[in-house]
């Protein structure tokens, strides 16, 4: 990487990420093999950077499986007058969920000759959408009824109830 603040963003980004336990640094010579993707950042409206990691060389190989998201439908429907609502924005939401480590060495990088991998569940994955959002609602699946609805869109989440 030539430009320095794009590399220094980088190595910030990779520490916070490594401190998340979100990925973990590999030995090439201890764990060959894997399947690399290029790692980089993108610049944000705000002036900072956004992390890319490009993992379409890897979708090209991964079945392509339907899933639905709440509809705008969906959230007539089950809305009621006199309902009270809040939002949660769930921070890092793929990074609760882990990926098993016969799995991780597909989501490998490199950068500055140190090689890591993602140990949960990355953006840029086209299965990640699909998995996330039916592990959510696996989840929410107890809490739903008794007045409280939950409306999950990826990480966004209406909670609504009577007043």
């Keep these: 990487m030539r430009d320095p603040a794009k590399a220094s963003a980088?190595?910030?980004?990779?520490?916070?990420?490594?401190?998340?336990?979100?990925?973990?640094?590999?030995?090439?010579?201890?764990?060959?093999g894997g399947v690399?993707?290029?790692?980089f950042l993108v610049p944000k409206k705000d002036g900072g950077f956004r992390p890319i990691l490009d993992l379409r060389g890897l979708n090209r190989f991964l079945k392509v499986l339907p899933f639905q998201v709440l509809s705008t439908a969906e959230v007539l429907r089950v809305v009621a007058p006199g309902d009270w609502f809040t939002l949660v924005d769930l921070r890092d939401a793929y990074f609760h969920l882990p990926i098993a480590s016969h799995h991780r060495p597909f989501l490998r990088f490199a950068f500055q000759q140190r090689h890591y991998q993602f140990r949960v569940l990355p953006f840029g994955l086209s299965l990640s959408p699909r998995v996330f959002t039916r592990c959510v609602a696996a989840a929410l699946a107890p809490v739903q009824g008794g007045g409280l609805k939950v409306l999950p869109y990826l990480d966004d989440w209406l909670v609504c109830a009577p007043s």
């Design 10 to 32: 980088l190595c910030r980004e990779l520490s916070t990420l490594l401190a998340k336990g979100a990925i973990e640094v590999v030995d090439p010579v201890r764990q060959p």
């Design 36 to 39: 690399y993707s290029t790692y």
